[in-house]
């Protein structure tokens, strides 16, 4: 079936990057806005917009009924639901499908298998993917207690339905077991309105790394090479690069078919994300989870393979064969991105919402800016409080890092505070312009 009408239910600058490259494929967009969003860049650029409701995402970006409704009255074929919000929810998916619209994402079943963290790591165990040595869900800090005496400390307690961070907490001792976990457990609830843990050994001297897949229903499954998100702040990203460095051939292939081998398992279709924990003083790899959607650091594998991955994701939607073959995926250069939020780090990393009064961006050979912000917008106090992803692209990683510096040193941000400072702090680090980086690195440049 052709798409001809694309209902884009996000904000953002994902919901600018979907318009953007349907706009070069000749595709009618429409998109959902909430009343805080009505003067946004992505706003301001669609062909059409639906007002769904208030600022609160419960009440807009989070409210199915009245997605599917607008979408229909809207005359949509499909709907695209980017990252974050309900990218990652079944019952939209299967909405889409009961109502005649092509939803451009995984089936249902994928998003619902690989969403709980627990059945995505049995399906890895039968695939013969390592797994981090752990338990089932626990229910009691008595269970916690009893893991942690069979495979020692320090451990990770985890969220079995979600991700990002929320949930997760490193437990180095037995002393404050009981607290962590309500707290843990509490927190999960909140955010994905099941508060099921499980528990995991925890990698002291650990690296991120993900793999980008692209699945059809023909059968065919693809990888797009690896990206290294190891450089995080409370287990959330901030600076991600394309291909991962510092790490031997044999363990980027061996992740790398890892990530297939357990995409094609579940027969996936569209575009996921195989993620890794590395374990450096051992050089092994672990499966840590998959995430059945676009992801915000898409532009570094973007860069390095020339691939549109929104135009590949409406392509196999649509029931298309994949149009690359494993061999015709040819990586160039090194990429980086830098997730730029409006915040106070010498606060805290305080959210600084607020109207932007210059707005100066980056420009040359090998920068990309995706954004949704201008001068004179008003960064709301809603939503996440990323303005925009600094992605460069270099012949190689040293080249990478010295066009992102001369890069962010070009970026003016007036009228709110920015991230920009410490982002360069980051890339000045001896250990990370070394390539000697782990999900600890920043413990060391907030001393």
Same mark, same amino acid.
């Given at each position: ?8 239910? %996000?904000?953002?600058? /994902?919901?600018?990057? /979907? ?66 919000? *309900? ?14 619209? /092509? ?6 079943? @994928? ?45 990770? *307690? ?14 180095? $001792? ?28 925890? /990698? ?15 059968? %065919? ?12 702040? !409370? ?98 250069? @090194? ?5 730029? %939020? ?7 990393? !305080? ?77 000045? $680090? ?9 999900? !600890? ?7």
């Amino acid at each position: 079936m052709k798409i001809s009408r694309i209902f884009i239910i %996000n904000r953002g600058e /994902i919901a600018v990057r /979907i318009i953007r490259t349907c706009k070069v494929m000749g595709i009618e967009t429409i998109l959902a806005v909430s009343e805080a969003d009505k003067d946004s860049l992505p706003a301001k650029l669609a062909d059409q917009i639906v007002l769904i409701g208030p600022p609160s995402p419960s009440k807009s970006y989070l409210n199915i009924p009245v997605i599917i409704t607008a979408a229909l009255a809207m005359k949509a074929d499909a709907v695209h639901p980017g990252y974050g919000f *309900l990218s990652e929810v079944p019952e939209l998916a299967e909405a889409c499908l009961a109502n005649g619209l /092509i939803y451009i994402g995984p089936k249902p079943h @994928h998003i619902q298998k690989m969403g709980n963290k627990l059945v995505s790591r049995a399906l890895a165990k039968e695939c013969g993917i390592p797994v981090l040595p752990g338990s089932e869900k626990v229910s009691s800090y008595n269970e916690i207690v009893g893991i942690i005496d069979a495979i020692g400390l320090p451990v990770m *307690l985890k969220a079995a339905a979600g991700g990002g961070g929320r949930g997760m907490k490193i437990i180095t $001792d037995k002393a404050n077991i009981k607290t962590i976990f309500e707290s843990a457990s509490a927190e999960a609830k909140s955010a994905f309105g099941d508060g099921t843990m499980y528990v995991e050994k925890y /990698i002291a001297n650990a690296r991120h790394i993900e793999v980008q897949v692209l699945g059809d229903r023909h059968g %065919n499954v693809i990888h797009l090479g690896e990206r290294d998100c190891s450089t995080q702040r !409370r287990h959330q990203k901030l600076v991600e690069e394309a291909t991962a460095p510092n790490i031997s051939e044999t363990l980027r292939e061996n992740i790398r078919s890892a990530a297939v081998k357990l995409a094609k398992s579940i027969s996936y279709e569209n575009a996921g994300t195989v993620e890794f924990i590395v374990d450096q003083d051992e050089e092994a790899f672990y499966f840590l989870e998959m995430n059945t959607r676009i992801q915000v650091e898409h532009p570094v594998t973007e860069a390095i393979t020339g691939v549109d991955l929104v135009q590949e994701q409406i392509h196999v939607a649509t029931g298309e064969e994949l149009r690359f073959t494993q061999s015709d995926i040819v990586f160039s250069g @090194h990429a980086m991105e830098c997730r730029i %939020n409006a915040e106070s780090p010498e606060e805290g990393f !305080r959210p600084d919402p607020g109207r932007i009064t210059l707005w100066q961006m980056p420009q040359g050979p090998g920068v990309r800016v995706d954004t949704h912000c201008y001068h004179g917008y008003t960064v709301p106090v809603f939503y996440d409080s990323m303005i925009a992803k600094l992605i460069v692209h270099g012949n190689d990683r040293l080249h990478a890092i010295n066009r992102m510096l001369a890069a962010l040193d070009e970026f003016s941000v007036g009228g709110i505070k920015t991230t920009i400072p410490f982002l360069k702090q980051i890339l000045k $680090d001896e250990d990370f312009s070394n390539g000697r980086v782990s999900t !600890r690195l920043l413990e060391k440049v907030l001393l």
